[in-house]
C-alpha cells in the first residue's frame, strides 16, 4: 500500500513539474511573419521574456535621496560601449548610470559648465555616450544638448543654430542625439523636416543629414496643381509636401546611422544611411503589412526607436501594438514579439529599445520598467545558420537550417538561405529547388539561369541537330512550291496552283493578319465569319487567362496558389467581348453605322487573335526566361496588344464602312459608352441586392410579429 502510495505521488510530482514548466513556457504574445503576399501566419517565438527590472531592482534607494527611489516618465535607453546602461529619467530630471546587472551606479543632476556654474536638466529624451564615457545628452526642456564627461563637467552646449539654412520658427527642441565615428554629431529636432542636425567637432551646425524623401500621391499632385492655380488657398496643403520627421536614430558597430519614422506614409520605416546620407538598405514593408482597425480608426506600425546589435541585426520598437520587429541585416524579417498588456512581455506604452549582446532590452514609459527578452534555442540556432553563411561557411550553414525547418517547417528565410548556400556551392537544380519554397524569385532567376547554362553545354550537340532540323523544316515548308520537283523524288506532293477561293471560317485569320483591310472586306462580302470560330477564339482566351495564372513561370508568377478566381477572368475576357459588342452596336445605330450586331461581335473576336496569342507565347518563354531576359515578354505582349489594336481599328472601320478619323471617334466612344453601361449594370444589381434585402427583411419582421 505504501509502495502504491509512493508511486502515486512521484508520478504526481513529474506531471506537475512538467505542466508547471510547460505553463511557464507560454508566451503572453505570438509570433508571426509575412509571406510573399504579405498574409500573416504563425511562426514560432523567437525571444522570450524573462525578467522586468524596476526601480526596486536598480536598487535606486540606495542613491540616498527618497524623491529619487522611483522612475518618473523615463523616455530613453542606451547601452555605452563599456556595457553601461543609461537611462533618461525624464520626469526626475536627470540621467541614471546603470551596470550591467542593472544596479544603478550614478546618477546625473547637476551640470557643472565651463564658467564653474551649475546647471541641471529640464525633462531630457535622449541619453548618447561614447566609448571614452563622454555623454550627449539631449536636454529637451532647455532646447539644447550638453556634452559632459563622467564627474557631470559639461565640455560642449549645442543650442540652436543661426545659420539662415535653420528654419526660424522651430525651436532647438532636442528629442535624439548621436556622434558617430568620424566625431559628427546628429541631433533630432522636434518639428524639423529636413533630417537630423549635424554638428562637428568643435559643435558647429554643418548642416542637415539623413533627410526623408518626398513622396506625392496622385491626390496630393492635384493639390499642388491647385496651388498653382489658387496660391491664397495654399496654406492649408504646404503641410502634406515637407519631409517626414524622423522619430529616432541609431549607429551600429561599422558607422553606418540608421533612422526610423514613425508615420505611415512612407515606403522607407526603416533607412540604413552613408556617409552621403544616401539610403543603402533596400526598400521592404517594414512593420506590419496589414493596418488594423481600432473604434474605427486605421492602425499601423510606427516605429519609435530602433538599436543595431553587433551582429547586424535590426530591431525596431513599434510603438502602436507594443512589439519588436528583428530584421537582419539586408531587411529580411526575422521576428515579431511583445504586444500590449499588463504580462509579463507585454507594454503600455513603450518607448526605447537597446541590445547588449544577445538580449534585448525594451523600455516602458508607462510601466516604469525594462523588460529584457533573450533568444531561445530557434533564435540562437537561425542567428548561427546567419552568421556561418556571412563567414563563407556555405557547407557548414545547411544542417542549422535544416534544424530550423524541422522546428518551423514554413520558415521561408531558412529556405531562401539554404538556397543561398546551395547556388555558392554551384548546386543549382538544388538551389532552385529552395528558392522556389522560399518565394524568392529573384534567387530562383539566378539559380536558373546558371542551371539552363550547365543543361545547354552538356547537350549542346543534341540541341544543334534538332535546331537545324527546324531550319531546314521550315526553310522546305516555305519554298515547298519552288521544291516541288525535288520533293517528287521522295513521294512528296506538292500542289502548285494556287487557290482563289475565299477563306472562310478559320481561314479567314491568316488573310486578316496578312492583309486586315482586304481581309476584314472579303469577309463582310462573302460573310465568311463565322460564330463559332469566334466562340472558339474567346475560349481560348479565357483558358490561356487561366493559364497565365495558374502556369507562368515562377520567376515571374506572383500569383497566389489556389486563390485563382473563375468569375473575374470570365469578366475581364467573355462579357468584356459582349459588352464591347454592345456598346459598339448601340453606339454606331446613331452614328450610320452599317455593321450588325453579329457582324461586330464576329469581326472584334477576329482581332484578338494576335493578343491571344502573345498571352500563350508568353507563359511558354516565362518557364525557359529569366528575369534578366523579361523584356522579350514585355515586348511580346506590347506588340500582341499593338497588332490586335490595329485589326480592331481595321474591323469598325470596315464593317460599318467608316473613314480612318470617325472610326477613332467611334472607338473612343465605344470606349465611353462601355463605362457607361457598366455602371449601370452594377447600379441595377446594387439596387436589386437592397429591394432584396429589404424584402427578406420585412417577411423576417411579420414573421416574427405573426409568430
Known amino acids: 500500500m505504501t509502495r502504491k502510495i509512493i508511486c502515486i505521488i512521484t508520478v504526481s510530482l513529474m506531471l506537475f513539474t512538467v505542466f508547471a514548466s510547460s505553463v511557464s513556457a507560454v508566451s503572453p504574445y505570438e509570433g508571426y511573419r509575412y509571406d510573399y503576399w504579405d498574409t500573416a501566419l504563425p511562426m514560432p517565438n523567437g525571444y522570450d521574456a524573462t525578467e522586468i527590472i524596476t526601480a526596486q531592482e536598480m536598487k535606486l534607494d540606495k542613491l540616498g535621496k527618497t524623491e529619487s527611489t522611483v522612475l518618473s516618465e523615463p523616455s530613453d535607453l542606451f547601452c555605452a560601449p563599456d556595457g553601461s546602461f543609461y537611462i533618461a529619467d525624464s520626469g526626475n530630471d536627470r540621467i541614471l548610470k546603470l551596470n550591467n546587472n542593472f544596479e544603478c551606479t550614478k546618477e546625473f543632476v547637476t551640470f557643472t559648465l565651463k564658467n564653474g556654474e551649475k546647471t541641471t536638466l529640464s525633462g531630457p529624451s535622449g541619453i548618447f555616450v561614447d566609448e571614452k564615457g563622454v555623454m550627449y545628452i539631449a536636454d529637451t526642456g532647455n532646447t539644447r544638448v550638453l556634452v559632459c564627461d563622467q564627474s557631470g563637467k559639461v565640455s560642449g552646449e549645442l543650442q540652436k543654430p543661426t545659420a539662415d539654412i535653420f528654419p526660424e520658427g522651430v525651436d532647438f527642441t532636442a528629442t535624439k542625439v548621436l556622434k558617430d565615428q568620424r566625431g559628427i554629431i546628429y541631433v533630432l529636432v522636434d518639428g524639423l523636416y529636413y533630417g537630423a542636425a549635424s554638428f562637428d567637432r568643435n559643435y558647429q551646425f554643418t548642416g542637415f543629414y539623413g533627410s526623408n524623401k518626398v513622396k506625392l500621391s496622385a491626390s496630393q499632385l492635384i493639390e499642388l496643381a491647385w496651388r498653382k492655380i489658387f496660391p491664397e488657398d495654399s496654406a492649408q496643403y504646404q503641410a502634406s509636401y515637407v519631409p517626414l520627421e524622423l522619430s529616432n536614430i541609431c549607429i551600429d ?397 481595321c474591323a469598325v472601320m470596315t464593317v460599318h464602312n467608316y473613314s480612318g478619323g470617325k472610326t477613332f471617334v467611334c472607338l473612343f466612344l465605344t470606349v465611353c459608352a462601355m463605362v457607361v453601361i457598366a455602371f449601370l449594370i452594377i447600379l441595377a444589381f446594387t439596387l436589386v441586392q437592397q429591394m432584396v434585402s429589404f424584402a427578406v427583411t420585412i417577411w423576417q419582421e411579420v414573421s416574427f410579429r405573426t409568430y
Open 253 to 649: 558597430a561599422n558607422g553606418y546611422v540608421y533612422t526610423c519614422t514613425s508615420t505611415k506614409n512612407t515606403t522607407e520605416k526603416i533607412r540604413k544611411l552613408n556617409g552621403n546620407g544616401l539610403n543603402i538598405l533596400k526598400e521592404s514593408s517594414f512593420g506590419d503589412a496589414q493596418a488594423t482597425y481600432e473604434n474605427g480608426v486605421s492602425t499601423d506600425t510606427s516605429f519609435v526607436d530602433l538599436a543595431v546589435d553587433d551582429s547586424g541585426f535590426i530591431n525596431a520598437l513599434d510603438y502602436t501594438r507594443g512589439r519588436v520587429f528583428q530584421y537582419d541585416e539586408e531587411g529580411e524579417l526575422m521576428f515579431v514579439f511583445g504586444g500590449t498588456g499588463d504580462q509579463q512581455g507585454l507594454f503600455q506604452m513603450p518607448v526605447a529599445v537597446e541590445t547588449y549582446g544577445d538580449n534585448v532590452y525594451v523600455l516602458d514609459k508607462q510601466k516604469r520598467s525594462i523588460t529584457v527578452f533573450k533568444p531561445n534555442e530557434l533564435a540562437e540556432k537561425i542567428h548561427y545558420a546567419i552568421s556561418l553563411y556571412n563567414k563563407g561557411l556555405y557547407d557548414d550553414a545547411i544542417e542549422p537550417w535544416n534544424e530550423v525547418l524541422r522546428t518551423d517547417t514554413g520558415n521561408t528565410f531558412a529556405y531562401k538561405s539554404i538556397g543561398k548556400a546551395y547556388f555558392a556551392q554551384e548546386k543549382y537544380e538544388l538551389a532552385m529547388q529552395y528558392y522556389k519554397q522560399g518565394q524568392d524569385r529573384t534567387g530562383y532567376s539566378k539559380a536558373y539561369k546558371e542551371y539552363r547554362t550547365q543543361k545547354i553545354r552538356n547537350n549542346f550537340p543534341l540541341i544543334a541537330v534538332v535546331a537545324s532540323v527546324i531550319v531546314i523544316a521550315v526553310f522546305v515548308y516555305i519554298k515547298r512550291v519552288k521544291l516541288a520537283p525535288v520533293l517528287a523524288h521522295v513521294g512528296i506532293k506538292v500542289k502548285t496552283e494556287k487557290d482563289f477561293t475565299p477563306p472562310t471560317g478559320i481561314k479567314c485569320i491568316g488573310s486578316i493578319l496578312r492583309h486586315p483591310i482586304d481581309g476584314y472586306s472579303e469577309m463582310k462580302y462573302h460573310k465568311s465569319g463565322k460564330l463559332s470560330v469566334a466562340i472558339g477564339i474567346v475560349a481560348v482566351w479565357f483558358v490561356f487567362m487561366i493559364l497565365k495564372y495558374t502556369s507562368t513561370g515562377f520567376a515571374y508568377n506572383g500569383n497566389k496558389p489556389g486563390r485563382i478566381n473563375i468569375g473575374i477572368i470570365l469578366l475581364s475576357t467573355v462579357c468584356m467581348v459582349l459588352l464591347w459588342a454592345v456598346a459598339n452596336w448601340s453606339l454606331c445605330t446613331l452614328l450610320d453605322g452599317e455593321g450588325k450586331f453579329m457582324e461586330i461581335l464576329i469581326h472584334s473576336t477576329y482581332a484578338l487573335v494576335p493578343y491571344v496569342a502573345s498571352i500563350g507565347i508568353t507563359v511558354l518563354l516565362s518557364n525557359v526566361l529569366t528575369l534578366d531576359e523579361g523584356a522579350f515578354i514585355s515586348w511580346i505582349t506590347f506588340f500582341g496588344l499593338l497588332w490586335s489594336g490595329m485589326l480592331l481599328y
